[in-house]
């Protein structure tokens, strides 16, 4: 292989991850993620840095968020929400992953 092919390909693999995450979501019943309103129903999240876009039928939602770490593997996805008469996404804890996403209590200033 020549040095130009193998640096290309280095390359493209650091951009692909690079890229984000992305990880799919089905919520059971509707909650908000900062003033707008996810229906139930199965959504992409997709995750880059300190950014979420939650993409689902007619709605896609960019929000702030942080990734944290526990100690061990999420057995499967889960949901925690406020309680409330329209309850908030607070985390998604990811299943097969050790990450969970922490979403800010002002979500919604990085509206779409």
Avoid: C, H, W
């Amino acid at each position: 292989m020549n040095k130009k092919l193998v640096l290309s390909v280095i390359a493209f693999a650091a951009l692909s991850l690079a890229a984000g995450k992305k990880y799919d979501l089905k919520l059971y019943e509707p909650a908000m993620v900062g003033n707008t309103e996810l229906k139930a129903g199965e959504y992409r999240v997709e995750v880059d840095g300190d950014k979420a876009v939650i993409k689902g039928y007619k709605v896609q939602k960019e929000t702030a968020v942080k990734q944290e770490s526990s100690d061990a593997k999420y057995d499967s996805t889960t949901v925690r929400l406020s309680a409330g008469e329209k309850p908030q996404i607070k985390e998604i804890r990811l299943g097969g992953t050790k990450t969970k996403l922490v979403f800010s209590e002002n979500a919604g200033s990085a509206g779409m």
